[in-house]
Every structure is written in structure tokens, then in C-alpha cells.
């Protein structure tokens, strides 16, 4: 198994890609934590992973306040004497136009997807340092790359994910620490599933691949990027889109 000991925390874990993650890492050997905020969908993930013969934890945090990652961590840390992946995959959406976009909206945005990954990459690679081993990985988007209509804060931080991955991967990859981020295109979530079908096909009509992405194809590529294969890929930005960006 690939992620045999490791110790694994999922940001957003109790749903869509965080979810397939939680699945997908613990069945590939790894001791999976759950942080996110809906308590049912993460405590019912941790019995479904449980009742396959893997392990899984989950607590309620709100990565975009300092003091709660920081107890988190230190409950990991104390559990299980080490963390060796973070996969920064909690993320809201809070669309508007420019002229729409009130302040409260931007900020909200900027406070989970990119202050909150700030957050969680500072204080478990604290943890990570300790040991000199850790694999990080930040969840972008393809509109990172090309923007979208509506999205000024979302993109905003999804651009700024890849430029704070560059640093710290700078900062960190000599201490035995990979910094890398994901950037999905349209993927078939639960989100996604609950729009409008001729929306859907529009969406289908922009992608060389022809069809929506599985959540289960974003878990591969984090698999495969907090593996011990991926352990000379440092900063990089991973497209898995079906070719939207080319």
C-alpha cells in the first residue's frame, strides 16, 4: 500500500473530493483525520472507512480560525506521534460580479481558501519539521489559470494557492518537506450534480475529455503526489481537467 503509516490530514474531508480522498488514502494504508465543519457527513465517513477495516478520525475545525488548527495539530500530533501529509482541500464558493461582490463575500472566500490553507500548511509543517519528512498539497482550480466569470475572490485565492505552493516549496523542500497543489477542473460533486443539466452539458462542451471529472480521478492525483513516487516533485501545479487548459 502506498500510504502504509502514514498520517494523513484532509481539510473539507467529510464531502465530494475530500471525501474520496478520506476513502482513498485509507484504503491505501493510511491512519486518515478529518477536519471540516458538517459533523454528520464526517462522522458518518469515519464509521463507512471503519466498517472496511481502516482507520479514521474526525473533528469539527474551522481552518480559517488560527486557534482551532492549532489544537487540531497538537491533537494529530499527540495521537499519533507524527504528521506526514496535509492535503489543504477545504474550500467555499461565494459567487458574484464585480458590481455584486460585497466585501463580506470577498472576505469570507479569502479567509477559508487561502488564509485557512496559510493556517494549516504554518502549523503542521511545524510538525513535519520535527521529523524531516512531509508532502503538502493545496487544492487550486483551472480558473486559476484562466479566471471565470463571477469569481473575482474565488480565483483570487485559487491564483494565490499557486503562488504561495512555489514559495513554500522553496522554503521547505530542502527539510525533507514537498509542497505541490492540484488544480481540478469540473468535477462531477455533489455541488456540481445539484445544477441545471443544460448548465452540466455546457460545461461538458468546454472539455477536450467531453465529460465531468470523478472526484475519485482528484484522489488519484493526491495519492500519487503524497506518495514516496512523487519525492522529486516539488512546487508544481498539477492540472487534472480532461484538457480544459490546453
Request: aromatic letters at 8%; one cysteine or more; proline letters at 2%.
Amino acid at each position: 500500500m502506498k500510504l502504509e503509516n502514514k498520517v494523513a490530514i484532509i481539510t473539507g474531508g467529510a464531502a465530494g473530493i475530500g471525501k474520496a480522498t478520506a476513502l482513498r488514502f485509507a484504503a491505501e494504508g493510511a491512519q486518515v483525520v478529518v477536519w471540516d465543519l458538517n459533523q454528520e457527513l464526517g462522522e458518518k465517513l469515519v464509521q463507512d472507512i471503519t466498517e472496511i477495516g481502516q482507520h479514521a478520525v474526525f473533528e469539527c475545525v474551522n481552518t480559517s480560525k488560527y486557534t482551532e488548527v492549532e489544537a487540531a495539530a497538537a491533537t494529530v500530533f499527540q495521537k499519533f506521534g507524527k504528521i506526514d501529509i496535509l492535503i489543504n482541500n477545504a474550500g467555499i464558493t461565494r459567487d458574484a460580479s464585480l458590481k455584486k461582490m460585497t466585501p463580506e463575500l470577498w472576505q469570507q472566500v479569502i479567509d477559508v481558501n487561502l488564509t485557512g490553507v496559510f493556517y494549516c500548511a504554518k502549523i503542521v509543517s511545524e510538525y513535519m519539521l520535527q521529523k524531516g519528512y512531509g508532502r503538502i498539497i493545496n487544492a487550486s482550480s483551472v480558473v486559476a489559470l484562466y479566471g471565470n466569470f463571477g469569481q473575482t475572490n474565488y480565483v483570487a485565492t485559487k491564483s494565490g494557492l499557486i503562488g504561495m505552493t512555489k514559495t513554500l516549496a522553496k522554503e521547505l523542500g530542502r527539510k525533507g518537506i514537498t509542497v505541490n497543489a492540484v488544480a481540478p477542473g469540473f468535477i462531477a460533486t455533489e455541488m456540481v450534480a445539484a445544477m441545471p443539466e443544460n448548465v452540466i452539458e455546457a460545461m461538458k462542451a468546454k472539455i477536450p475529455a467531453a465529460r465531468l471529472g470523478l472526484p475519485e480521478e482528484i484522489a488519484s492525483a493526491y495519492l500519487f503526489l503524497a506518495s514516496d513516487e512523487a519525492a522529486y516533485i516539488n512546487g508544481a501545479c498539477v492540472s487534472v481537467d480532461g484538457g480544459m487548459t490546453i
